[in-house]
């Protein structure tokens, strides 16, 4: 079965680069979420969308910015990259039936992004 | 606001049992719970919605108090593959059209032989 895709899968960047982490849901899925993990720490949830329209934000800093396209991908965009920003960035899917959190959320394998 | 877990790491033998606890200062509409193992993604385990249902998935069960704001997850006969980190995930009852599930900071779950 078709699973959640994210790309890259790993990412180094410099301090200050940009960078773009693309999610591509399961099929029909039409929510997809964000998340950032650190080493050691539980997921924080940065944002959200469903069809296509931004419905939630988290603890995301403003040089962070996303969006969800018409084909449901979604991609995260960062600039001004920090050390600090070095984590796992994973992406939820799911089939949002109105929005909340009552299905299933799948992730994605995450990107691991380094920043030196 | 983030749900608390506790206890925050366990070991166990293979067959013995757990309980890992999650509660919120909060009023909930749902309780979720994932297993996520090192440098993998979370791995949905079952959902719980407010009414106070218990479920239960192979020998891995949940109750939800809705009153206490509470969940547990039971882990009956341990087995080696249940080693990992457990994360509660809740949301709040903001009512339809909620998108955000808060984790608990995880319970760490060892298995030996």
């Known amino acids: 079965a078709a699973g959640v895709i994210q790309s890259p899968r790993h990412l180094i960047k410099e301090k200050r680069e940009t960078a773009t982490l693309k999610c591509y849901p399961i099929?029909?899925?039409?929510?997809v979420y964000w998340y950032q993990q650190g080493p050691g720490q539980d997921p924080q949830f940065l944002i959200s969308f469903y069809e296509k329209m931004q419905s939630d934000k988290g603890s995301i800093p403003d040089r962070f910015s996303a969006q969800q396209f018409s084909d449901y991908h979604s991609e995260l965009n960062m600039s001004s990259l920090e050390l600090g920003d070095s984590a796992l960035y994973f992406c939820?899917?799911?089939?949002?039936?109105?929005?909340?959190?009552?299905?299933?959320?799948?992730f994605g394998q995450g990107t691991r992004l380094t920043v030196v | 606001q983030q749900p608390v877990q506790s206890p925050q790491a366990v070991i166990l033998r293979e067959g013995e049992d757990a309980v890992i606890n999650c509660s919120s200062s909060k009023a909930l509409y749902s309780v979720h719970w994932y297993r996520q193992k090192h440098g993998e993604a979370p791995v949905f385990l079952m959902i719980l919605l407010k009414g106070g249902e218990q479920k239960g998935h192979d020998k891995i069960s949940a109750s939800f108090n809705e009153k206490k704001q509470q969940s547990s997850l039971y882990l009956t006969a341990s087995q080696l593959s249940y080693s990992g980190t457990y994360f509660c995930g809740t949301e709040k009852s903001s009512g339809a059209g909620s998108y955000q599930l808060t984790f608990g900071k995880g319970t760490k779950l060892s298995v030996i032989p």
């Open positions: 099929p029909r899925h039409d929510t």
């Open positions: 939820a899917s799911s089939s949002g039936q109105g929005g909340s959190w009552n299905t299933e959320a799948f």
